[in-house]
Nanobody, 124 residues
């Protein structure tokens, strides 16, 4: 299984970015996908998760109302639309896939596969 993120970059505060994650390597069914981030010197933290059906989402309080997670199942793609970005959103962003849980897991240990990460830098 491979997860490949793209879409990171440098943006000014108040701007937007859209991250993409493509999953490949097996036939997927009934799995959850999520986004996490890790800033220098900090632990990896939950950002957002989406159930297999797409009907359930979960967000960290720090991004609620600004970020939106979505997916396109036939293409095994998941997206993170990030609006109104703040300098504190600066981090490496990782997508993750859980084959054991179908809801919206929020803990890194609930996920089985991880991407390599993409850097997001928000300047003030």
């Amino acid at each position: 299984v491979q997860l490949v993120e793209s879409g990171g970059g440098l943006v000014q505060a108040g701007g937007s970015l859209r991250l993409s994650c493509a999953a490949s390597g097996r036939t997927f069914s009934n799995y959850a996908m999520g986004w996490f981030r890790q800033a220098p010197g900090k632990e990896r933290e939950f950002v957002a998760a989406l159930s297999w059906s797409g009907r359930r989402t979960s967000y960290a309080n720090s991004v609620k109302g600004r970020f939106t997670i979505s997916r396109v199942n036939p293409n095994n793609q998941v997206y993170l639309q990030m609006n109104s970005l703040k300098p504190e959103d600066t981090a490496v962003y990782y997508c993750a896939l859980s084959i054991s849980l179908t809801g919206t897991p929020r803990h890194p240990g609930d996920y089985d596969y991880w991407g390599q990460g993409t850097q997001v830098t928000v300047s003030s």
